[in-house]
């Protein structure tokens, strides 16, 4: 199949579908309002009404927030149908990436430290029995469902010490490098076009990954700056090296940031010089954010016939549906609305 038969009909499905992606003005609206029925209210006549649909008042965020996890697992099916060979593998690969936060939440559950039960047990990509992973009465049990998964290496690896407090982290750190280590070997099955297009967008995902176990570790965890480098996803992103200076003993930044490719951003460097090195990692995940939404935009206006619009509108509507959790969750918990605001990814 050549590339334009291949891309044409998800191009024009897609295309459809970025035209819908929320503007600022919707946006500003949805932070500015009082209540959850008001979020409701802006968001008849788009495809998030279904989600206040399915949920009886007074809403339950958690409910909430599942719903608007099917309709992203539902995003990611529908693409499959329109894409064949080396392409669908590598949206099936990155759909992945859901089912394992889900089997993180089912581990959570069923440890005792989380309690919400609001849970996919349908099919996502591969076959995980949710219901009697829940149900198990030993741990032994749980990872012997996991069984021709992709997920239960990692389980079976750090089964010996996997009740320790801190290995719960450490197994879910190994659940994501063996996820974007599978991914990374899956991109490079694509032609060359559409493997550069991958590398570049998910080269930031990985970095800004990287950015949030650091912070995670260094709040919650007492390990030295060698011991969190080694749980760092090791996939070449843009910043690793820089992200390495970051969290040693100095937190010296020596290196240039001009693999931003980004004249306005070269200051970069002297910026961070001023900064903490908490701040340093709060505001290197705010310029890649920044970042990886402009190249989203950018991959949206090149080559139309290649994985770069379904990577692009992928990225973009995971940003929305993000956005929308912080939105709803904020007001649930009645947070100000300027402070919900400095959480939120303008498109």
């Not at 989600?51 to 099916?77: G, M, R």
């Not at 919400?116 to 047990?121: D, E, G």
């Amino acid at each position: 199949m050549n590339t334009l038969s291949k891309y044409s009909l998800i191009n024009a499905k897609l295309r459809a579908a970025v035209s819908k992606l929320f503007k600022k003005e919707i946006l500003d609206k949805l932070i500015t309002c009082g209540t959850l029925l008001e979020c409701h209210d802006i968001l008849q006549n788009t495809p998030y009404q279904k989600i206040f649909n399915a949920v009886p008042q007074p809403y339950d965020i958690n409910l909430l927030e599942y719903h608007l996890f099917k309709e992203e697992i539902n995003i990611y099916s529908e693409i499959t149908k329109h894409v064949y060979g080396e392409t669908k593998k590598t949206i099936l690969r990155l759909m992945e990436k859901l089912e394992l936060e889900n089997l993180k939440s089912t581990f959570r559950i069923w440890l005792g430290k989380a309690s919400s039960n609001y849970l996919v047990h349908e099919r996502i990509v591969s076959p995980i029995p949710t219901a009697k992973i829940l149900q198990a009465e030993d741990l032994k049990t749980v990872v012997s469902y996991l069984k021709g998964t992709p997920y239960y290496s990692s389980f079976q690896e750090i089964l010996p010490a996997i009740l320790e407090e801190s290995v719960l982290f450490q197994l879910e750190t190994k659940l994501d490098i063996n996820y974007y280590k599978r991914l990374w070997n899956q991109i490079s099955e694509l032609s060359a076009r559409d493997r550069l297009l991958s590398y570049q967008l998910l080269g930031i995902d990985i970095d800004i990954k990287n950015i949030q176990i650091i912070h995670r570790l260094k709040k919650y965890y007492q390990l030295s700056s060698a011991e969190i480098f080694k749980h760092l996803i090791p996939l070449q992103g843009g910043v690793r090296e820089a992200l390495k200076e970051i969290i040693y003993a100095d937190y010296k930044i020596q290196k240039n940031f001009g693999f931003l490719n980004d004249k306005s951003l070269l200051p970069l460097e002297a910026l961070l010089s001023e900064k903490n090195a908490q701040d340093k990692l709060f505001f290197l995940e705010e310029i890649l954010n920044e970042v990886l939404i402009s190249k989203a935009k950018k991959a949206l206006l090149g080559f139309p016939f290649s994985i770069g619009i379904i990577l692009a509108f992928l990225t973009l509507k995971k940003i929305e549906i993000e956005n929308i959790k912080k939105i709803l969750r904020g007001k649930a918990l009645n947070i100000p609305p300027q402070e919900i605001k400095k959480k939120i990814l303008t498109i």
